[in-house]
């Protein structure tokens, strides 16, 4: 029998075939109900950004820490088709469906091969990884887990969710390929649980980890092992990233001069004032406010050099109204870093006032250093305290 010419995706941006019209309406809604959930906006948990206030409250509770990777983070959505057959969606944050097209993606049962899961949510980031050869390779890292086969987990601590997404779907999907080993170059991508470690081993993130990853990294997630999976922003999950890298992402508003024709121009027949789209123009960033009759409110100007400007301009691409994410520099002026054009809407008020006050409240690498003794011996005191209390 000849192999299907199923492969691996090629773009983590568009990994698939985007769900329109009644279908994605159709999908959102399972989802949602799935979820337990009344609102159809995307389910996923965000982050807020790390302050100093956190390296207090990590002595407090019980805390994993994983790298941050650079890439595109989705909701993985396992259903059936309208046959009966396995369906992968995944989800990105604006809340778009991506059709996995790709048969060969299969997750067994734990003691049948041909069964599949259904009705389940997993919580990931899809990256590029670089092999020895060059090339790259697609993977899920999966790090959290909301439902499985229709049973919800979200109000289970985080080890649990994890040990149950390993023991029911990553270790017989692991199998899958130790025992068809041929089967892996055939995949859309490759599935894999991101490691974690206990919140004050920092040392092993800084030395170790990070230095070894195969993708891009920016920064460190510390999560609660405590406290449920939230849906919107949760308070226990906390993104730290080094101090120069903290960055919000807004809306560009451009407003261009309008000006007088000069000597030269009146004699080309130029005689009206027209708008100079040549020179920098006034560039405004503005935060999501909600939805509501005045979404959003300005933040802050951009400030952009001739030089950059000129790439602007070269790039030939629409500017007004997209989601770009900035820094400050050195003299606290936002700069552009990059489009985010796989972003729906710009930063929320409260996320932009949490980055602001990460930015002010600076927590680096050394903070951490210092901070991660504090955080094993109130660990092991708590640790010791819950088995004098089984005992």
């Not at 389910?43 to 100093?52: C, E, K, M």
């Not at 990105?92 to 060969?104: L, M, Q």
């Not at 909301?146 to 987990?153: F, I, P, T």
Request: proline letters at 6%; a negative charge; hydrophobic letters at 30%.
């Amino acid at each position: 029998m000849e192999r299907k010419p199923d492969g691996p995706i090629e773009s983590i941006d568009e990994p698939g075939i985007k769900a329109e019209g009644p279908l994605v309406h159709t999908l959102r809604r399972e989802v949602a109900d799935l979820l337990g959930r009344q609102q159809t906006s995307f389910p996923g948990a965000q982050p807020v950004s790390f302050a100093r206030q956190h390296l207090e409250e990590m002595t407090k509770q019980d805390y994993y820490v994983c790298e941050k990777s650079d890439g595109i983070r989705y909701l993985l959505y396992l259903t059936e088709d309208e046959n009966q057959g396995e369906a992968h969606y995944l989800i990105d944050r604006k809340n778009d469906y991506w059709y996995i097209t790709n048969k060969s993606l299969h997750f067994p049962r734990e003691n049948d091969v041909s069964a599949f899961h259904t009705a389940t949510v997993v919580d990931g980031e899809l990256v590029w990884d670089s092999l020895p050869s060059g090339e790259k390779e697609a993977r899920f890292l999966v790090f959290d887990c909301l439902v499985m086969d229709g049973y919800k987990l979200m109000d289970r601590s985080l080890d649990k969710r994890l040990a149950y997404f390993k023991e029911r779907l990553y270790t017989p999907y692991k199998k899958l390929f130790k025992d068809f080993p041929d089967e892996k170059q055939y995949q859309p991508f490759i599935v894999e649980m991101k490691p974690f470690q206990l919140g004050y081993g920092i040392e092993m993130m800084f030395k170790q980890i990070l230095p070894s990853l195969k993708h891009g990294n920016d920064g460190l997630i510390f999560t609660c092992r405590n406290t449920p999976y939230k849906h919107g922003t949760d308070p226990h999950i906390l993104k730290w990233k080094p101090p120069e890298e903290n960055t919000i992402d807004l809306r560009l508003r451009l407003t261009f001069p309008t000006v007088e024709p000069d000597e030269y121009e009146r004699k080309e027949g130029i005689t009206e004032p027209f708008v100079d789209y040549d020179s920098v123009p006034k560039a405004e960033l503005y935060v999501y406010k909600g939805d509501g009759p005045e979404k959003y409110e300005r933040f802050d100007d951009l400030y952009i050099t001739e030089e950059e400007w000129e790439v602007l301009k070269g790039l030939n691409d629409p500017l007004n109204d997209r989601i770009v994410e900035c820094n400050q520099d050195d003299q606290r002026r936002w700069r552009l870093l990059r489009f985010r054009d796989d972003k729906h809407e710009a930063n929320h008020k409260s996320t932009v006032v949490s980055v602001l006050e990460s930015i002010k409240d600076r927590v680096s690498v050394k903070d951490l250093y210092d901070a991660a003794g504090p955080i094993r011996d109130s660990w092991k005191a708590r640790q010791a305290r819950e088995m004098r209390a089984q005992r």
